[in-house]
């Protein structure tokens, strides 16, 4: 199975529309390329702390408990257990499941 960077660079080899002068050009697009698909997947898969900002209420999301344990639960049940007046809060962080 391929790794992440060597998916980005097999990608980044295959898109090149563009046609550089030299080899060190090519090499500089494709790690450019790679570059940004690694901040892409890295943003994508960030862990969103509930302070931050909430998820629309139909998205399907892992929610992270205090103790690191993990629910599968949309939007709306984190709305739900979020509460403003809680001094423990039942969830600290959550991100997507699906990205759009």
Request: net charge negative; with cysteine; hydrophobic share 40%.
């Amino acid at each position: 199975m391929e790794s992440i960077e060597e998916k980005a660079r097999r990608c980044a080899r295959a898109s090149q529309s563009l046609v550089m002068d030299s080899t060190e050009e090519d090499e500089l697009y494709v790690d450019d390329m790679i570059r940004m698909f690694l901040a892409g997947v890295e943003w994508a898969n960030r862990w969103i702390s509930i302070e931050e900002y909430l998820p629309n209420g139909c998205d399907m999301i892992l929610a992270k408990e205090p103790d690191g344990r993990l629910d599968l639960i949309t939007g709306w049940q984190l709305h739900e257990r979020i509460k403003p007046y809680a001094v423990d809060n039942f969830y600290i962080e959550w991100r997507l499941v699906e990205h759009k």
